[in-house]
């Protein structure tokens, strides 16, 4: 069942908001820089997050947890300068704001000043109400995360789905709860049940972005890199390829390759 599609020139926390009132489902996709930002905007896409992934789909970290303030400064600004439409979101990195709600005011504020963006994404509940009290005091968008949240990989021991016994989603939901509370606009849920996902988009006013959450929520999120097939490595349940970029690009630089060992490139008209 698709809704009434209301057009926004600019995508605002309170447009995404209002997308759930009115039953229209949120596409939001990852991106990391200025050339693929244009593409996914200029595609009409509701919401970019520059997420911590960076760490690994740009550097090659096996984790979220290496990649600095900086970095995610430098990603946000470039992806910034590449939209005119929507909604970008950056998250705060690891150790920039756990437990210390006075640092993650003044990470957000960085965030904030130096690259542009919309907003700041955190991972976690009830642990860091009080930074996300702070933040949304400051007049900061905050969009949470729960379920799978990838910087506490070491404490989780592995990337399997989250929230399948009852403790753990009785304290998912009382945390999504919680979040829309404290003033957050958004959740992301990443890897739980979808039948727990359903619930949770039930029980709260504020949008619900599924990755591995099933259909039953207020919006989808993926990685572009996984979206766009541009590596085999990663084949999660919950991933569906778009495109083979993989296949495409590896055709093309082989094509180069051969151009320019035949002398083929370039050519007379390509030449000055
Ligand atoms: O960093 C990221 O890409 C994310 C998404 C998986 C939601 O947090």
Redesign the pocket.
């Known amino acids: 069942m698709s809704a009434v599609r209301k057009e926004y020139k600019r995508v605002t926390t309170k447009s995404i908001v209002e997308m759930k009132a009115n039953g229209e489902k949120i596409s939001m996709l ?1 991106a990391y820089d200025y050339t693929f930002a244009k593409l996914l905007d200029s595609a009409g896409i509701d919401v970019l ?1 520059v ?3 960076a760490s690994n789909v740009m550097a090659g970290h096996e984790t ?1 947890l290496p990649i600095t303030l900086d970095q995610m400064i430098y990603h946000a600004s470039s992806v910034v300068r590449g939209v005119s439409r929507a909604l970008i979101v950056v ?1 705060l990195p690891f150790g920039t704001y756990q437990s210390d709600p006075k640092k993650a005011l003044r990470s957000a504020i960085r965030i904030m000043k130096e690259s542009g963006a919309h907003a700041i ?1 955190l991972e976690g509940g009830k642990e860091e109400a009080e930074s996300i009290k702070r933040i949304v005091n400051a007049g900061i968008p905050v969009m949470g ?1 729960l379920g799978l949240t ?1 910087q506490s990989i070491h404490q989780f021991g592995s990337f399997a789905l989250r929230a399948k016994e009852e403790a753990e989603a009785q304290k998912l939901k009382e945390d999504a709860k919680l979040l829309e509370q404290l003033g957050c606009f958004a959740i ?1 849920l ?1 890897k739980i049940p979808a039948t727990l996902a359903e619930e949770v988009a039930k029980s709260v006013h504020i949008p619900i972005i599924g ?1 591995g959450a099933g259909s039953a929520v207020d919006g989808q ?1 993926l ?1 572009m890199q996984d979206m766009l097939g541009m590596s085999n490595e990663f084949q999660p349940r919950f991933l569906r390829k778009y495109a083979n970029l993989q296949e495409v690009i590896t055709n093309a630089v082989s094509h180069y390759i051969e151009d320019v060992k035949s002398v083929d490139f370039p050519n007379e008209k390509e030449q000055y």
Do not use: R
Request: hydrophobic share 35%.
């Open positions: 990852t997050l997420g911590d992934s979220t998250d994404k995360h990838p992301v990443e990755i999120v990685v």
